[in-house]
């Protein structure tokens, strides 16, 4: 029997004449992305764990910590050592600023260059002792100064010492009250 074509057959009957073909069906997977979402998850996990328990203080991958007195102690045990920051000397330049701390000092160097095709060289511009510094109680302030506001605060005692004892017994002590306030008396 020959295979009639679809446009001499009525429609109802093209779709029976026609050979019948098995139509194979083929799944073909996407790569599995999942994979790469997992080793990303991982990897956070790892640099969570290692930001909370930090592991940058394990002794493979200790950092190095200038003048150190116990090579098992960190910064914080006693803040010893020799501390370097920068800072604006004036309108125009900047230094490096040195704290020794076990000796007490303090130095500036400035970096200075002068001509634009000379090179650079560093300039000790300032270096100071604070030793001493701290048994000063007033020195180049402002006022008032620290003795003024001792003085301030004493008037200040003696004033509600005096107002203290010039209430009756039963008159409860107000803090805030003005002066010439009416107090009202406490019940017992």
């Known amino acids: 029997m020959t295979n009639p074509s679809r446009e ?25 992305r999942q994979t790469g979402i997992w080793i990303i998850a991982v990897l ?26 116990n090579p098992g102690a960190g910064p914080g045990a006693g803040a010893r050592g020799i501390y370097a920051f920068t800072g604006q000397i004036d309108a125009r ?7 020794d701390v076990d000796s007490g000092t303090i130095w500036c160097y400035e970096l ?5 095709t000379e090179p650079a060289f560093i300039r000790l511009v300032a270096a100071r002792s604070w ?8 020195f180049n302030v402002a006022s008032p100064t620290p003795g003024e506001v001792r003085q301030l605060v004493e008037q200040q005692r003696i004033a509600r010492q005096r107002q203290a004892t010039q209430q009756p017994a039963n008159m409860a002590p107000t803090a805030s009250a003005p002066a010439g ?7 017992p």
């Not at 306030?181 to 019940?187: C, D, E, M, V």
């Open 8 to 32: 001499t057959l009525p429609p109802d009957q093209a779709s029976e004449a026609l050979p019948t073909e098995r139509v194979r069906v083929v799944y073909v997977s996407a790569p599995n």
């Open 112 to 116: 200075v260059r002068n001509r634009p």
């Open 131 to 138: 030793i001493y510094d701290r048994y000063l109680e007033e």
């Open 44 to 69: 956070l996990a790892v640099i969570a764990t290692a930001a909370v328990l930090r592991w940058d203080d394990a002794s493979l991958t200790r950092s190095a910590w200038a003048q150190a007195l």
């Open 181 to 187: 306030a009416l107090q009202l008396p406490t019940s």
């Open 93 to 99: 330049s900047f230094g490096l600023f040195m704290l």
